[in-house]
């Protein structure tokens, strides 16, 4: 079934919230004068011992819980250490990062944790982007940004337009995932991109940058495009390997009243996640293709 589709105003105020979020993370980290990669058991660490934080293997339980125990008015934070087998000894996957990134969005977000005090029940979570509620999608935003700061990460990501080749080189540098990094470069950069993501044979979610908004370029979630059926039946199949592909914006996007942008050329990279059986596909656009006339500037005599 396709989802609902947004209009621009729904969309807006869905992004302003997560943009509050992310904010608030970024500030976080200046307060806290950290470098990169962050470490968030540090920031966690900071709020002892109000908050308190451990882990351990909890299988396909959740990803991470977070807790308020009124009797001695502190939180517990509870995350999933499944993905840190092969790590080095006192290391964690990305995975595991964003997990904790992720409680600490509901330990730091105002009405998270005062739902939590009110309510005194454990809140568990299934992170990265892989859930529809909005103070989950807050929460993931919150942890992109402490992991991914837009001071130390924005520089970096408009060096050119963006590929699969800069987003790796972010992540490593940063130890972060590829889906976390695509979605946050994505947000930072200044060129016509986005990132999709497909899960069970339909786009689940898209991340637009700022300048397709501008260009009036929607997300449009639903039915997976033609391009994408190989790529997914890949990916379903655990088979490893990126492809590239090219497209229409009106593929991937709603224009409204800009229906002269539909054909517009998508250059897609497509880059299987079967761990989380997601396809992230990374779009990208000339910017001079979606220019109005009247933006480009006349460099002839008149």
């Not at 904010?23 to 950290?34: E, F, G, N, T, V």
């Not at 942890?143 to 080749?165: C, D, E, F, K, Y």
């Not at 976390?180 to 497909?198: D, E, K, N, Y």
Request: charged share 25%; proline share 5%.
């Amino acid at each position: 079934m396709t989802s609902q589709k947004k209009t621009p105003m729904d969309w807006r105020a869905e992004q302003f919230a997560q943009e509050k979020a992310g904010k608030q993370a970024d500030a976080l980290i200046a307060r806290m004068k950290l470098s990169y990669p962050i470490d968030p058991l540090m920031v966690a660490k900071d709020e002892h011992p109000r908050l308190r934080a451990g882990g351990r293997n909890f299988g396909n339980r959740f990803d991470g819980k977070l807790k308020y125990v009124p009797d001695q008015r502190y939180f517990a934070m509870m995350y999933n250490t499944k993905y840190d087998t092969y790590c080095a000894l006192g290391e964690h996957h990305p995975r595991t990062r964003f997990t904790i990134a992720h409680e600490l969005g509901h330990y730091h977000i105002k009405h998270h944790r005062e739902y939590l005090q009110h309510r005194r029940t454990s809140h568990a979570s299934i992170t990265e982007f892989r859930s529809n509620a909005v103070i989950e999608k807050e929460a993931d935003a919150f942890a992109a940004s402490l992991l991914l700061p837009t001071h130390l990460v924005q520089p970096i990501v408009n060096r050119g337009n963006l590929s699969l080749g800069a987003i790796d080189s972010i992540a490593g540098d940063f130890g972060t995932s590829r889906v976390s990094t695509s979605i946050r470069s994505v947000q930072l950069s200044h060129f016509p991109c986005a990132v999709a993501g497909i899960r069970n044979g339909a786009v689940s979610w898209i991340f637009p940058s700022e300048s397709l908004i501008e260009a009036g370029i929607y997300p449009n979630k639903g039915v997976m495009p033609a391009n994408a059926s190989e790529p997914w039946d890949r990916c379903r199949m655990s088979i490893p390997g990126e492809s590239e592909a090219g497209g229409e914006i009106q593929d991937w996007f709603q224009t409204y009243q800009k229906e002269h942008l539909d054909e517009v050329y998508v250059h897609e990279e497509y880059i299987p996640i079967p761990s989380m059986n997601t396809l992230l596909v990374l779009l990208t656009i000339d910017e001079c293709d979606i220019c109005e006339d009247d933006e480009v500037e006349d460099s002839g005599d008149w």
